[in-house]
C-alpha cells in the first residue's frame, strides 16, 4: 500500500534531450553510476530510448537518454527523432543538454522551438565547461533568447566528464520531480535486458574502431545465448550485422584483427559489468540495405 501523498518519495522519468555529441550519454552514466549508455565519439551513437535510474533518499529518478537531435529527412533519422519526441511528451521532466564548447546553430534552434510548449517541465543542463573553448555566455543568450520561459534557476553549467556542477543540477531535478512511488527496486541502474546490453557494447567497441562512415551502417544481432558451467558462464552468438557486403572486410580486418579486437574489447566490459564470465562468439554478416526496412528499424529502435 502507497504512502499518503505527504510522505511520498519524489519519482520522475527525466527525457534528456540535445544536439549529437554534447555528452548526454557520459552524463546519464555518471549520475546512474553505471554503464547504462553506450558512449563514443561518433554522432547519433544512442538509437534508442535508454533508460538509467538514480535512487537516493530522495527518491527515483529514471534518466531517459534519447538519440541527438539532427536535421536530416533519412528515414533512420526520423526514427531517431520520433523516439526523442515521444520521450519529451510523455517524461514528467525534460533535461536539455547543451555543449558549451560549440556554437549554438540551426539543430539548437530546431531543438529550442520544439521545447517551447514544454519549459515548464525543462531543466537547462550547459555541458563541458572545462574545455578550452567552452563559452557559455553565448549560450546563455541563445537561452534568453530562444527558450526566455526558463528560469535562471533552472540552468545549470556541468561537466559531465569531470563529475563537476551535477549535484545542484539532481538537487533541481528532485526539487521539481511529483511525489511517488518508487518505478524501479532501488539497486537498480538500468532496466535494459542483457541481449540489448550485450549488443550494444559490441556495438560501442565496433564504432568506435571503424572509419566514421561505416558506425551509422551496422547493427549488432545477439543470435542466441546459453548459460554454461552451471551457470557461472554465459556464452553469446552474437553477429555485427553489415548493409553492404563490401563492408564486412572492413569489421573482419586484415587477418581478422579487427573483429578480433571488437571481440576482446567487448568482453572485457561485459566480464567487468555481468555477474557471469561471458565467452563471446562473434561473426559478421549482411542485411541488404537494412536501414530502409520499415520491420527491422521498429524492431531495433522500438524495443
Known amino acids: ?4 501523498a505527504a510522505e511520498l518519495k519524489k519519482a520522475a ?10 555528452g548526454k550519454s557520459t552524463l546519464v552514466n555518471l549520475l546512474c553510476g553505471g554503464k547504462v549508455a553506450i558512449v563514443s565519439a561518433v554522432p547519433q551513437t544512442t538509437r534508442n530510448a535508454i533508460r538509467g535510474i538514480l535512487s537516493r533518499d530522495e527518491g527515483q529518478l529514471v534518466f ?6 539532427h536535421a536530416s529527412e533519412k528515414k533512420l533519422n526520423k526514427k531517431f527523432m520520433s523516439v526523442s519526441d515521444r520521450s519529451m511528451e510523455e517524461a514528467d521532466l525534460i533535461l536539455y543538454v ?19 510548449s514544454l519549459t515548464e517541465k525543462t531543466i537547462v543542463a550547459v555541458n563541458k565547461i572545462d574545455t578550452k573553448t567552452a563559452d557559455c555566455e553565448k549560450i546563455n543568450v541563445f537561452l534568453s533568447d530562444k527558450l526566455p520561459g526558463i528560469k535562471a ?3 545549470f553549467k556541468i561537466s559531465a566528464l569531470k563529475d563537476e556542477g551535477t549535484g545542484p543540477l539532481l538537487a533541481c531535478l528532485f526539487d521539481l520531480a511529483p511525489r511517488g512511488d518508487a518505478f524501479y527496486p532501488a539497486d537498480y541502474y538500468t ?9 550494444e557494447i559490441i556495438r560501442e567497441k565496433a564504432i568506435t574502431r571503424l572509419r566514421e562512415e561505416l558506425p551509422h551502417s551496422l547493427y549488432v544481432d545477439v543470435a542466441d545465448t546459453e548459460f554454461r558451467d552451471g551457470g557461472k558462464k554465459l556464452w553469446v552468438r552474437a ?33 567487468r559489468i555481468f555477474e557471469w564470465k561471458i565467452e563471446l562468439d562473434l561473426r559478421v554478416k549482411t542485411a ?3 536501414r530502409h526496412n520499415d520491420g527491422l528499424l521498429k524492431k531495433l529502435i522500438d524495443r
Not at 522519468?13 to 554534447?22: L, M, Y
Not at 531517459?64 to 537531435?69: L, N
Open 288 to 290: 541488404h540495405d537494412w
Open 98 to 116: 547543451l555543449d558549451a564548447s560549440r556554437s549554438p546553430a540551426a539543430e539548437e534552434d530546431a531543438i529550442a522551438e520544439r521545447l517551447l
Open 153 to 155: 534557476e533552472r540552468c
Open 191 to 199: 532496466d535494459q535486458d542483457v541481449q540489448f546490453r550485450i549488443a
Open 239 to 271: 553477429f555485427i550485422v553489415t548493409e553492404r557486403e563490401s563492408q564486412k572486410g572492413m569489421v573482419v580486418g586484415k587477418g581478422g584483427e579487427m573483429i578480433k579486437s571488437i571481440r576482446q574489447a567487448a568482453q572485457k566490459d561485459m566480464n
Open 1 to 4: 500500500m502507497s504512502e499518503s
Open 13 to 22: 522519468f527525466v527525457a534528456v534531450v540535445g544536439r549529437p555529441s554534447v
Open 64 to 69: 531517459v537518454d534519447t538519440p541527438g537531435r
